[in-house]
C-alpha cells in the first residue's frame, strides 16, 4: 500500500511546485527587490533545485510577470465580474471598491510588488512596461467605470474620467509606499489606520464628486 501511494504523493508534490515556487518569489522580491532576489534563492526557499524552477519560469522577468499575474492581474476578470453585479448605490461601490482592494493586496504580501516596481522602474523598465500594461491599465479602466456609472446614474457630476481616476489610485499607492517605507519605523502615536484613512478618503471625494442640490 505505501510503494502506491508513493507516486500520488510525488505527483502531488509536483503539481504543487509552481505556486510554492511563486509564493518563495513574491516573499524574496518583496524583501529583497526585483535586481537582489536570486533565482537560487527562490528556488531553496521553495525547496526544489535551480534546474526544478526554470522547468517552470525560463527567466527571472518570466517569474516576476507569473507572480504579478498570479497576486494582482489574475484578478481583475473576478473584480470586474463584481463591478458589473453589484446592486447598491454608486457611493457604496466607490466604498466597496477601496476596501476590497486593500483587503485583497493591501493587507497581503503583494502589498510590496508596487513599491518594488517605483524603486526599480528606471533600472527595469521592461518590468515598468509589463506592470502598466498588465495592473496600472486595467486598473484604471475598472476605476474609471465605477466613476461612470456614478455619473450615468446621476450620483456624480461629469468629470474628465482620465484625470480623475488618479484621486483614487492616489491614496491606495500612498498607503503602499508607507505601509512598506516609514510604517515599520514610526512610533505607535504616528501609525496610520489604513481603514480609517481610506473612509476619509473616500468621504472626502464623495463631496467633491456628487452632484450638488
Not at 46 to 64: I, M
Not at 70 to 75: K, S, V
Not at 189 to 207: E, H, I, K, Y
Amino acid at each position: 500500500m505505501n510503494s502506491a501511494l508513493s507516486p500520488t504523493k510525488r505527483e502531488r508534490r509536483k503539481e504543487a511546485r509552481p505556486g510554492e515556487l511563486l509564493d518563495a518569489a513574491l516573499a524574496l522580491f518583496v524583501e529583497k527587490g526585483f535586481a537582489a532576489t536570486r533565482v537560487e534563492e527562490v528556488a531553496a526557499h521553495a525547496g526544489v533545485s535551480k534546474g526544478t524552477l526554470f522547468l517552470y519560469f525560463p527567466s527571472k522577468e518570466d517569474l516576476f510577470k507569473a507572480v504579478v499575474r498570479e497576486n494582482i492581474a489574475g484578478r481583475f476578470g473576478e473584480w470586474n465580474d463584481e463591478l458589473a453585479a453589484f446592486q447598491g448605490s454608486s457611493a457604496e461601490l466607490l466604498q466597496y471598491t477601496m476596501n476590497a482592494w486593500w483587503e485583497r493586496i493591501g493587507m497581503t504580501a503583494a502589498s510590496g510588488i508596487t513599491k518594488l516596481v517605483m524603486s526599480e522602474a528606471g533600472t527595469f523598465p521592461e518590468i515598468a512596461s509589463f506592470y502598466q500594461h498588465e495592473v496600472i491599465d486595467p486598473g484604471k479602466e475598472l476605476l474609471k467605470r465605477v466613476l461612470q456609472r456614478g455619473i450615468d446614474r446621476g450620483d456624480f457630476r461629469p468629470m474628465d474620467l482620465d484625470s480623475a481616476v488618479y484621486s483614487l489610485i492616489a491614496p491606495m499607492i500612498f498607503l503602499l509606499m508607507w505601509k512598506h517605507s516609514m510604517a515599520p519605523c514610526c512610533p505607535p502615536s504616528d501609525r496610520l489606520d489604513p481603514q480609517a484613512f481610506l473612509d476619509t478618503q473616500v468621504g472626502l471625494l464623495l463631496d467633491g464628486m456628487r452632484v450638488r442640490p
